[in-house]
């Protein structure tokens, strides 16, 4: 078994391990560009390279590079900003003006991806200014303290999250980050014996970095940041993503394969589709939604997770039971809410909440109302209820009503309430095939959400 495991990491390797030739070609692009931020000169004081490209720990293919062109606390975020965009223009000439927790700029230079970020330049234990101020501290601790002898490590590490679907702290994901990676690594000492002892974990699982954490964490993954105690590297980390990273790790001690790494592609044909949608004899309804165009993804999923729980209130408030409720966007040029409603049918009654029976106005105004009801009025804990006759909607009215319904309350935010309103259309079923047939990245979403099971669970 151990044989069998070191073969496939060692073939795993072979694929993710960026070439001689990418890696020069990384760093000649970082160098250049760190060469010529600092000719331009600004109101900044250093220019530093960071990111798993910068610590040779990143996988084939992320031919990206974060420099982070740190200033002085007494610059104002403001000039800041102007400072990064000045530079960006120069340096690259074109460039997409980007927005975390303050603004950045991308370019592409000789096929690479470049990142400029603007930071605050801080010491370890002086409180951050804003959240990309560690992150030099976290690449000047890992320079200090990573053993090289791990880096391929982390890279398997990396494959593995990214093929059970749970590499990333994005909203999306809710996964592991890169920096989490290498402290996990670093910490447990390789790639299998970190899965030896995930597979034992049970949330809250707490990883020791050598740093006595400033405040309690709550979360099911805690890994204190070394160089920030206040803050937990594994906070984005779900109980989901956890639970997927343990049940992995035990599969594939058990049975090691290169499905966890490079796991099959979940398509199916539009064939498949439909003998789905009548083995499990339930009914979908898809809202499919214009991207706003130039948001960021983080905001953008942020707003569907609400926008889907949202709705699934509302539709079980209408008296369908729902299954399922997924999200979901291509970050470019659609969004989708998709529901699995149990039935078509819903009860012809709804029960209706009335006042507490000791406010009295308000009860004899709800009595007055309802005293012919088709069934009660009636007492439960405390309360008037009456239950109401009605002629249910079909769900696609029933969605359609509950849309206009979110859209006049606001429960949506910018910038997805703009397509909401103008850009919309919803799907019954086997209706959503063209759309399905038209968007790969769309087909390959609703296979796996169809077929649930992961690829690398073996029968």
Not at 279 to 307: C, K, N
Request: net charge positive; aromatic share 10%.
């Amino acid at each position: 078994m151990v044989r069998d495991i070191q073969q496939i990491l060692k073939e795993v390797l072979s694929r993710v391990k960026p070439s001689e030739d990418e890696r020069r070609r990384i760093c000649e692009v970082a160098d250049s560009v760190v060469r010529r931020v600092r000719d331009i000169g600004g109101l900044f004081s250093d220019v530093v390279v960071v990111g798993s490209a910068a610590r040779n720990t990143n996988l084939r293919g992320s031919s990206d590079v974060d420099i982070f062109i740190l200033f002085p606390k007494s610059v104002s975020r403001e000039d800041m900003e102007r400072e990064i965009f000045r530079i960006a223009s120069e340096v690259c000439g074109e460039f997409e003006k980007r927005y975390a927790e303050h603004p950045y700029a991308r370019c592409y230079i000789s096929g690479v991806e470049v990142d400029l970020v603007p930071a605050y330049a801080i010491e370890p234990g002086e409180r951050i200014i804003s959240a990309t101020d560690r992150t030099p501290l976290h690449q000047r601790y890992l320079e200090e303290h990573f053993p090289q002898e791990l880096k391929d490590d982390v890279r398997l590490l990396k494959a593995f999250l990214k093929g059970i679907g749970v590499y990333g702290a994005e909203i999306r994901t809710k996964g592991f980050s890169g920096y989490l990676c290498e402290l996990l690594i670093m910490t447990h000492g390789g790639f299998v014996p970190l899965l030896r002892a995930a597979a034992d974990w049970k949330p809250p699982v707490r990883v020791d970095t050598g740093v006595r954490p400033a405040r309690r964490f709550e979360d099911p993954l805690v890994v204190v940041d070394p160089v920030d105690p206040y803050r937990n590297v594994a906070a984005p980390v779900s109980l989901d993503s956890l639970a997927v990273f343990v049940a992995a790790a035990r599969e594939f001690l058990r049975r090691p394969s290169l499905s966890f790494f490079f796991p099959p592609d979940p398509l199916l044909s539009p064939q498949d589709v439909k003998r789905i949608f009548l083995q499990r004899g339930t009914l979908w309804i898809f809202y499919v939604i214009g991207y706003p165009a130039g948001a960021s993804p983080d905001i953008v999923w942020g707003e569907l997770y609400r926008l889907r729980d949202v709705i699934s209130r509302a539709m079980v408030q209408e008296g369908y039971t729902i299954m399922n409720a997924f999200a979901w966007t291509d970050e470019t040029s659609i969004a989708v809410i998709a529901l699995e409603l149990a039935t078509d049918v819903v009860a012809r009654v709804v029960k209706h909440q009335g006042p507490p029976v000791f406010k009295r106005e308000f009860a004899d105004r709800f009595l007055e109302k309802h005293r012919d009801a088709f069934f009660g009025p009636y007492i439960e804990k405390g309360r008037w209820y009456v239950d109401i006759l009605r002629t249910p909607p079909s769900p696609e009215i029933a969605a359609y009503t509950v849309l206009q319904r979110v859209i006049g309350q606001g429960s949506v935010k910018e910038p997805l309430l703009s397509s909401l309103r103008a850009r919309t259309e919803i799907y019954r079923g086997r209706a959503i095939l063209p759309v399905y047939v038209k968007n790969r990245s769309f087909a390959r979403w609703l296979s796996s959400v169809l077929v649930r099971r992961p690829a690398w669970l073996e029968r």
